[in-house]
């Protein structure tokens, strides 16, 4: 399909005066080509008649592990070190080839279907070959890397990693997945987080950062035994010691930063790192509330992410936004965090923090066509009369008011029907996996 043209939609933009307009959508292979009332139908592959609907961009999870997904429901009420000692690193342990691709396909599948359409993935030590090949039969848009662990306290056997294994591995599969397909699947560096990390692989992942020029995205000061574990080990704390090796910079996505000081948001913000709140999870675990509004505030950037399905159990951003902005409201008062703002994160904002920004995020000519198209016809997003379109979304809409999905152009969704996910397939070979797994683990 060479053209695609979505007529009589009221388009949300996100372009830089944030414009709700009426009309038509013109997209040529994957590029948006025009925008206007009445564009002629004429030639077009195919039509998609959006009458009463919402377009919006796809949204952008900055945090994400596929590899967990079939963990969900495994990992309940823990905190951090005990869910990753306890739950997560065995599960991880385990997994084998099939095992990933599914993981991998399961979350995709749940991702595609509620309207995102580009992650920031962590997968696994092992088998991350499988989750690529999983992104790229899906069709979403993806920046992937295996996660790197060379060091560690009650990490089993076969998660330790050595060192020059560990980057040599990463290497590989960035020089065969990085700029597949047209750019759609990008590599990053995934060093876990400093707990688990020497200080040799972290000083060679910022060579290889800056050599390849690619992301790096790891966890940082998400929960305050983790920061305490660093500054035991290094004397400073996570930013710091990240910014002592020079990989604070605008290649550096931080999950979480959920316990900051302000020598570390001075850093954030004046060395461009980018930081993906996850308020689903960071609740879930006990973490914390992360102080997003004084970062934004600050001009940092900052986006959103669902993190892992065992700590969210769910991959919903429209979740995480409306978590994001109510969190903040008994601490900031009422005003903090208003839905624009969310929004905002949620396309434009984890654009940016991918590099993205000039390419997708917003609705605009010569911009890629990631895409969502919402039925907001129901009862619980009504009255639609004067009432900002931004603020139904936000704080009334669910996932199950996205009708079709669209990724560079293509449709992934179409009216609820998977096209590149055979759901059920994938929900089968779940359970099959998850079955495996815990067969080879002591979790019950």
């Given at each position: ?11 949300v933009?996100?372009n830089?005066?944030?414009?709700i307009i009426?009309g ?8 948006i ?5 009445n564009?002629?139908?004429?030639g077009?592959?195919?039509?998609v ?13 900055t945090?994400?592990?596929l590899?967990?997904t ?6 309940d009420?823990l905190?951090?070190?005990d869910?990753?000692?306890?739950r997560?690193w ?10 990933i691709?599914y ?6 599948g749940?991702?595609?279907e ?6 920031v ?28 662990m060379d060091?560690?306290n009650?990490?089993p056997?076969?998660l330790?990693?050595?060192t020059?294994e560990s ?5 590989d599969l960035l020089?065969k997945w990085d700029?597949?397909?047209d750019?759609?699947?990008q590599?990053?560096f ?9 200080e ?12 390849y020029?690619?992301?790096v995205h790891?966890h940082a ?13 290094t ?12 990989l604070?910079?605008?290649?550096l996505i931080?999950?979480h ?15 461009g790192?980018h930081v ?12 914390g ?8 505030c600050?001009?940092?950037s900052?986006?959103?992410?669902a993190?892992?399905a065992?700590?969210n159990n ?5 979740n995480?936004m ?9 601490i900031h ?9 969310v929004?905002r994160?949620a396309?434009i904002?984890?654009?940016?923090a ?10 605009e ?16 997003t009504?009255?639609s ?10 704080y ?6 996205v009708?079709?999905t669209?990724?560079?152009g ?15 397939v994938?929900l089968?070979e779940?359970d099959?996996?998850?079955?495996r ?8």
């Amino acid at each position: 399909m060479k053209s695609l043209l979505i007529k009589n939609a009221q388009i949300v933009t996100m372009n830089g005066t944030e414009d709700i307009i009426q009309g038509d959508i013109y997209i040529e292979n994957n590029i948006i080509k025009n925008i206007g009332l009445n564009l002629p139908t004429d030639g077009v592959d195919k039509i998609v008649d959006a009458t009463n609907r919402t377009v919006i961009p796809g949204f952008v999870q900055t945090h994400i592990h596929l590899c967990q997904t079939l963990f969900r429901g495994k990992g309940d009420d823990l905190e951090l070190m005990d869910w990753l000692r306890k739950r997560i690193w065995p599960l991880e342990a385990a997994h084998d080839e099939e095992s990933i691709y599914y993981s991998a396909m399961l979350g995709i599948g749940e991702l595609l279907e509620s309207g995102t359409t580009t992650i920031v993935d962590m997968e696994t030590v092992h088998h991350t070959e499988f989750a690529f090949r999983a992104i790229a039969e899906s069709g979403i848009r993806a920046v992937s890397g295996k996660v790197m662990m060379d060091k560690g306290n009650e990490v089993p056997l076969a998660l330790q990693e050595k060192t020059g294994e560990s980057i040599q591995k990463s290497v590989d599969l960035l020089e065969k997945w990085d700029g597949f397909d047209d750019r759609r699947i990008q590599y990053a560096f995934s060093p876990r987080f400093v707990v688990s990390c020497t200080e040799e692989l972290l000083k060679e992942v910022k060579v290889l950062s800056d050599y390849y020029d690619v992301k790096v995205h790891t966890h940082a000061s998400e929960n305050k035994g983790e920061i305490q574990i660093v500054q035991e080990e290094t004397g400073m704390r996570n930013i710091v010691y990240l910014d002592h090796l020079g990989l604070a910079n605008d290649r550096l996505i931080l999950a979480h930063c959920v316990w900051l000081d302000e020598e570390e948001k001075r850093i954030i913000q004046e060395k461009g790192v980018h930081v993906s709140h996850c308020p689903g999870s960071n609740l879930k675990l006990a973490s914390g509330i992360a102080d997003t509004h004084h970062l934004l505030c600050n001009h940092a950037s900052v986006s959103l992410g669902a993190d892992g399905a065992p700590c969210n159990n769910n991959l919903d951003m429209f979740n995480e936004m409306r978590l994001a902005a109510l969190i903040q409201k008994p601490i900031h008062g009422p005003t903090a965090m208003d839905a624009r703002t969310v929004f905002r994160m949620a396309t434009i904002g984890g654009a940016r923090a991918v590099g993205l920004e000039s390419e997708i995020g917003s609705i605009e000519v010569g911009k890629r066509a990631d895409l969502a198209i919402l039925n907001l016809n129901n009862f619980h997003t009504f009255p639609s009369y004067d009432v900002d379109p931004i603020s139904r979304i936000v704080y009334s809409a669910t996932r199950a008011d996205v009708e079709t999905t669209i990724v560079d152009g293509h449709i992934v969704m179409e009216n609820k029907i998977m096209k590149t996910v055979d759901k059920t397939v994938v929900l089968r070979e779940a359970d099959n996996s998850i079955k495996r797994l815990l067969k080879n683990t002591n979790i019950g």
